[in-house]
């Protein structure tokens, strides 16, 4: 991840990345297979809501569970996708 992010949106991707971790870990389906999805109700305020959805809906800052993860090579499990959340705070942020 970029060393130079503000310090703001560190936060943010950490307090997304956290909870992603937590919702892979209380899912009882298999990640790819999954429904579940994450809202962003306030970046800023790093308030997210799990909730089940078909789609990610980035208009309405719905994310699927299984598109903010990838799968690590090395032991090909489900591992939080940084990046992508990276990707995301800069629709908050910039």
């Known amino acids: ?3 130079n992010l503000p310090p703001y949106v560190a936060d943010f ?3 997304l990345a956290d909870f992603c ?3 892979l870990l209380e899912s009882n389906y298999d ?3 999954s429904n ?3 809202r962003i109700l306030d970046a800023r305020n790093h308030l ?3 909730q ?3 789609a990610t809906d980035e208009e309405h800052d719905i994310y699927m569970l299984r598109d903010l993860l990838r799968i690590d090579e090395s032991t090909l499990d489900f591992r939080v996708n940084r990046q ?3 990707s995301i705070a800069r629709n908050y942020f910039y």
Do not use: D, G, H, P
């Open 21 to 23: 971790e937590r919702c």
């Open 36 to 38: 579940e999805a994450i």
């Open 1 to 3: 991840m970029e060393t």
């Open 48 to 50: 997210f809501r799990k």
């Open 31 to 33: 990640s790819e297979y």
């Open 13 to 15: 991707v950490e307090a």
């Open 84 to 86: 992508r959340i990276l």
């Open 52 to 54: 089940t959805a078909s």
